[in-house]
């Protein structure tokens, strides 16, 4: 579809990350196939994460979604918010604050969800880049996103060193997992 110039939609007309739960061969065959692929690979080669990369047209900023409603006690609640995390002290423009957790009405057929409640992965994640950057700093410049995401790319890449990245001392007030926010947001991918 984005070689007509859709960015949601996929050929057949339809939001293609609306059609996880069940993917038609024919008409969703990329989601089918991945879908499949990635099942196999949680059941042969112990697959840990699942990564959704989107742009998000609303909200501003680096930040994820993640499925992480899980009571007090239980040791998903925490192991789900590890990686927002990291990347919040790896990347100064992720902002773990502006994750959430819950998921929204609406995006049960989406591939993270989908991954996380059918596949049984609990470490499925959206990550958001703003279509419009990323907030500024207070020197008041802004830096561009594409920046953000080769730190990111460059950390996952060379096991958690992007190279230029702050001491886990520097991540000031990232240094905390994040709370679970009651906010609802219906805008996720």
Known sequence: GVICGNYRCGLCGVDLNRQWRRPSKALHS?????????????????????IDLHGHSRKHGLFSYACG???ADDYRRFTVRMYPKLL???????????CRWRVGKGKRGTGRVVVAKDLGLTETYTIEASFFGIPVNP?????????CTTSIAGAANNGGNAGDVPAASDAGSKDAVPAESGKEDDGDG
């Open 30 to 50: 990329t989601v089918y196939g991945l879908k499949r692929v990635i099942a196999r690979a949680k059941r042969k080669s112990g697959l840990c994460m699942y």
């Open 69 to 71: 409603q899980y009571a």
């Open 88 to 98: 919040g002290m790896l990347t100064p423009e992720f902002e773990p604050a502006n």
């Open 139 to 147: 020197e008041g410049t802004a830096k561009e996103i594409t920046a």
